[in-house]
């Protein structure tokens, strides 16, 4: 499928489903502390993007994925399943959220610390949120996918981490994952030259260990093989004339 181009008349919804998706971040911040379960995050989530949003929640039931947010911690690389488990202190946890307002998607997640957690984990979290604005700072007409890529593995394996790379970010609109494919490593000079009105994520998942992954057997949640630290930001971009806009950019996020 070639890569859709927004029109203005989307882009303006686009904008709007981005900034109500970093808003539900915003709005989750304050209850994730030790003691509360990722499952009452996910409905504190669900009923604010239902009811405050008038939005939809676009992981439930999307291709059977059983509730509103994804949330993925310590070991968990991404599309944790919401539970019964309490979060604990030390713990590190991706909140993955993703609204549809009138159509169009805003996709944005980000790393949460439970009171202090351990060198390694704020090592991991900070290089994987460094490796999304290294790899957003690209973003302008004329540069190519395979740019983007390397420039973020190359942050992850400076640091002797690891990139996963059987999930990659995706172009975004109308519908939730779209063309392209947008690769977390890869070589210069390769891949799709991007054009203003593009729209897409950048969500680069980063291991302490290996990057290799498994998937449990509820079929959505993937782990680390060897069960070592994993963090994952993301933003939805869109690219214009002059560079990139960042449509999921939280009010109090400095870049
Ligand atoms: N929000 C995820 C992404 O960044 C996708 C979650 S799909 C779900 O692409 F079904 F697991 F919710
Ligand atoms: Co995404
Ligand atoms: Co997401």
């Not at 900034?19 to 995050?41: C, F, N, S, W």
Request: glycine share 8%; aromatic share 4%.
């Amino acid at each position: 499928m070639a890569v859709s181009i927004k029109t203005e008349d989307e882009i303006l919804k686009m904008r709007v489903a981005g900034r109500l998706a970093a808003e539900v971040l915003t709005m989750i911040t304050p209850h994730v502390k030790a003691g509360i379960t990722t499952d009452e995050l996910d409905k504190i989530c669900h009923n604010y993007i239902v009811d405050v949003q008038d939005a939809i929640p676009a992981p439930l039931n999307y291709h059977g994925f059983p509730k509103s947010i994804c949330t993925s911690v310590n070991h968990v690389i991404c599309h944790g399943i919401p539970g019964d488990k309490k979060l604990k202190e030390g713990d590190i946890i991706n909140i993955d959220i993703t609204v549809i307002k009138d159509g169009y998607h805003g996709d944005t997640s980000m790393m949460f610390h439970i009171g202090k957690t351990s060198i390694i984990a704020q090592r991991i979290c900070a290089n994987a949120r460094e490796a999304m604005l290294i790899g957003i700072d690209l973003v302008k007409p004329g540069i190519q996918l395979g740019d983007i890529g390397h420039a973020i593995q190359q942050h992850a394996e400076a640091q002797n981490f690891s990139i996963v790379r059987e999930y990659c970010g995706h172009g975004i609109g109308n519908v939730f994952h779209e063309d392209p494919q947008v690769l977390h490593y890869g070589e210069p000079g390769t891949g799709l030259v991007l054009e203003a009105g593009m729209t897409f994520t950048i969500e680069p998942m980063v291991n302490v260990g290996k990057r290799h992954i498994k998937q449990l057997p509820d079929k959505w949640t993937v782990v680390t093989k060897d069960r070592s630290l994993s963090a994952q930001w993301e933003h939805t971009i869109l690219v214009t004339n002059e560079g990139h806009e960042i449509l999921t950019l939280r009010e109090d996020e400095t870049i």
